[in-house]
C-alpha cells in the first residue's frame, strides 16, 4: 500500500530535522591559483591575456608582468567568496537585482579560473543563471548556459541549463505544465543535487501561488521538505530558504514545535545571510 500524504510529510519532516545537525564549514584563506611546479598567486595579482596568466603584481616568486602558460594552472584553492551566500539567500528571497548585483562582479573577477579544478565560477555562474531565469532574461541564461557547459568537463548542457529553460517558462503556460517541467528535474537521475534542491524550491513557490487552494499549500510543503530530506547536499542556502518556508506552512498549533526546529536550522545553515536574520525573526515571534 502506498503512504499517505501524512505519512510522507511526517518521513520528509523527520529527514529535513536530521539534516539541520549538519554544519557548514570554514575555509581560511583567499582564492589562489596553485601551479603545477608548487607555486601560486592570489586571483587579485593575475589577468588573463590569450592562452596565457599575466601576473599584474608583484609577488615574492613572480614580477609583475610575467607570463604563464594557462596549461600550468592545477588547481584553485581559498576562502568561498561571501558573496556566494550572501546572493544565493536573496535571490531565494525573491531579491533578484539585488543577487544580481552581487554575482556579476564575481563571475567577472572568477571567469579566468572557469576551467581549472576548484574554481568559484562554476557556482557563482550557475547561480547567476537561476536569477536570471527567475527574472525572465532568456538571452542572458542562453549565454551562460553555454559558458558554464563550456567550462565543464562533462559532455552536452550542463544540467542548470535544464533548470533555467524549466523556470523560464512563461506565465501564459498552465501552472500543471510549468509545476511538471519543475517535478520532472526532482526525479531526473541524470540531475545534481542543487539542480534537483532548486527546482523543488521553485516548485513550492508555484504551488503557493494559490494559497487558498489546501491541496496545493500540501504539495508545497512537501516540496519544501524535499530540500533537506532527500538532497542535503544541494547547498546549505537552498535549504534553509526551504526550512523557512516549511515552517510557514506548519502553522497549526500542535506543529509549533515542528515548526520551530525548522527555523532554527535555518538560522544555522543560513548563518550570516538575510535568511538567517528572517529565521531569526520568525523565531522571536514563536518563541
Known sequence: MAPSLSHLRSALLGCALAASQLTPATAAE?????FMNGSSLPLSSIARKGDDFIVTAATESFNAGQTIPLVQADHVYGEDPPELKQAAALLLMDKTSDA?????PLVSQHRITAKIPGNFWL??????????????????CTELGKEISDATLATGNDPFV?????LLMPATAKAEERETALSDLTTDKNMSADV?????FYRGNLLLQNKRDEKRKAKALE???????????????????AEIK????????????ESLALLRSAARGAAGTPLAQEASKRLKSLE
Request: glycine fraction near 8%.
Open 30 to 34: 583567499p582564492t589562489r591559483i596553485a
Open 100 to 104: 544580481k548585483k552581487l554575482l556579476e
Open 123 to 140: 557556482e557563482a555562474a550557475r547561480t547567476l543563471l537561476v536569477a536570471c531565469a527567475v527574472g525572465g532574461d532568456t538571452l542572458k
Open 162 to 166: 535544464k533548470l533555467g529553460k524549466a
Open 196 to 200: 534537483c534542491a532548486y527546482a523543488s
Open 223 to 241: 516540496a519544501y521538505l524535499m530540500v533537506p530530506c532527500l538532497f542535503p547536499s544541494g547547498g546549505l542556502i537552498t535549504t534553509a530558504a
Open 246 to 257: 516549511a515552517a510557514e506552512l506548519l502553522n497549526a498549533p500542535e506543529r509549533r514545535e
